[in-house]
């Protein structure tokens, strides 16, 4: 049964990429993302399972977990479980979920099947980088570009050939920002709806990213490009009605409180110094207060781990994904200057979450290891301004890919709707 779930996982990334990507594009991208898959199944039986390194933990705690839940079906039926049932759930309660399921499945642990889904989540998300670069105005080579830096970046990479949850979060975030820049293009209520259950999932996965994607995604319903319409300002009074009892009732003062919390957990002074006692650890002069020394917290989120810094072979291992991401970001800067000039809307929409959550990292920075993680969707959302930088087509640089008539495909296999489709 293991087995036959990374095929059926192999199956459905054909199928993603088929229906969501044109037959010229589909041809070049499925050999790409198949070895993409490949790969990170072959990481996780030679590398991350075999103990050639020393390193992950929570992967093997996420699947404890798991197990959990699937006795506690056996107990009380099949429902969806949270820390309301089993206390250890919190904050990785839709990852444990899937691996459950996939746990039941098999009738018992199966690491190999758990990770053809976090793979497959993995080529999801390039497709997604592919259609969000191509819809901020970069042009097909430098978006199936992006798309293979992507695939092979090396941290993403690792946190995604086991049961990590970096996959989820990333997929989540990404998409929903997405979604976020589709709408501030042309208002659609099927792109709308679907960041319920987006947002729903990111919840529980990591609560406070639900509220660090919240300004893009009210950047983007305001309609920055064009008037704000009667239309509009229903649907978004609408809009902020509804999360007002989504989130003052459905999830209560509690819950709120909870995602506030492990923020304030991840900047406490306790926590920074134990998550500074590895041997990834920095040390900041901050009093105590985790938003003092930020100039030099938010040097070492975005560059770090440094070239010239000592540590042992992983974080040596880590300096080839940093000089990738000292590429991307030289890049990148090069993209807002094109952005600025042709498209501020959508830059804003970008940076307003590129840049507070860089702040916010930053006032949680402890340990080189743990943000090389933590910013991930960072990277990849900076990766697409990086593609803007390297589009060549002095029509591409003049304006933003125009949207093809509803119903049609466009000519490079990126439907007018932005990026809903791959969900």
């Known amino acids: 049964m293991e087995y036959l779930i990374v095929a059926a996982a ?18 070049r991208v499925l050999p790409v993302l198949l070895a993409a898959f490949v790969v990170r199944l072959v990481v996780h039986v030679l590398v991350m399972r075999s103990g050639v390194i020393d390193y992950g933990g929570d992967n093997l705690g996420y699947e404890g977990r798991a197990v959990g839940i699937v006795e506690y079906w056996r107990q009380e039926g099949f429902q969806f479980v949270t820390a309301d049932e089993i206390d250890t759930l919190t904050s990785v309660a839709v990852p444990c979920q899937v691996f459950a399921i996939v746990i039941y499945l098999c009738g018992g642990l199966a ?49 995604t050939s086991d049961t990590y949850k970096d996959g989820f979060n990333a997929f989540l975030v990404v998409t929903s920002i997405g979604l976020g820049v589709s709408l501030s ?36 319903l305001a309609g ?38 492990q923020l304030e957990n991840g900047q406490s002074a306790a926590v920074r110094r134990a998550n500074g006692d590895g041997r990834s650890g920095v040390a900041f002069e901050d009093g105590g207060d985790p938003w003092n020394a930020l100039g030099s917290k938010v040097l070492y989120t975005l560059l770090s781990p440094f070239p010239w810094t000592e540590g042992d072979l992983i974080l040596h291992l880590g300096k080839i994904d940093v000089l990738i991401w000292y590429f991307l970001l030289y890049s990148a800067v090069r993209g807002c200057r094109r952005l600025w000039r042709r ?6 929409i970008l940076m307003s979450f590129i840049i507070p959550g860089t702040i916010v990292y930053a006032s949680t920075m402890a340990n080189i290891g743990l943000i090389f993680r933590q910013r991930i969707p960072i990277v990849l959302v900076t990766s697409v301004l990086a593609a803007v930088a390297w ?26 709707d932005g990026v809903s489709k791959v969900i």
Not at 11 to 23: Q, T
């Open 111 to 159: 690491p190999l099947a758990c990770t053809a889904i976090v793979a497959l989540l993995a080529c999801a998300l390039c497709i997604v980088i592919y259609r969000l670069a191509r819809l901020v105005g970069a042009d097909e080579r430098s978006a199936f570009l992006v798309l293979v830096v992507t695939a092979f970046m090396p941290a993403f990479l690792l946190h």
């Open 185 to 220: 293009r042309r208002f659609d209520l099927h792109r709308l709806l679907m960041l319920v259950p987006l947002l729903w999932a990111l919840w529980y996965v990591r609560p406070y990213m639900v509220f660090m994607c919240a300004v893009p995604l009210i950047l983007g």
């Open 343 to 348: 498209d501020r809307a959508t830059l804003l």
């Open 391 to 416: 589009t060549r087509s002095s029509r591409d640089e003049e304006q933003p890919a125009a949207s093809p008539p509803c119903g049609r495909p466009a000519d490079d296999g990126v439907s007018n």
């Open 224 to 261: 920055l490009k064009s008037v704000f319409s009667p239309r509009r300002m229903l649907v978004f009074a609408m809009l902020l009605v509804s999360a007002v009892f989504v989130f003052g009732g459905v999830y209560g003062e509690a819950q709120i409180e909870a995602a506030q919390e």
């Open 10 to 27: 192999a199956v459905v990334l054909v199928f993603l990429v088929r229906v969501n990507l044109g037959a010229a594009v589909a041809r």
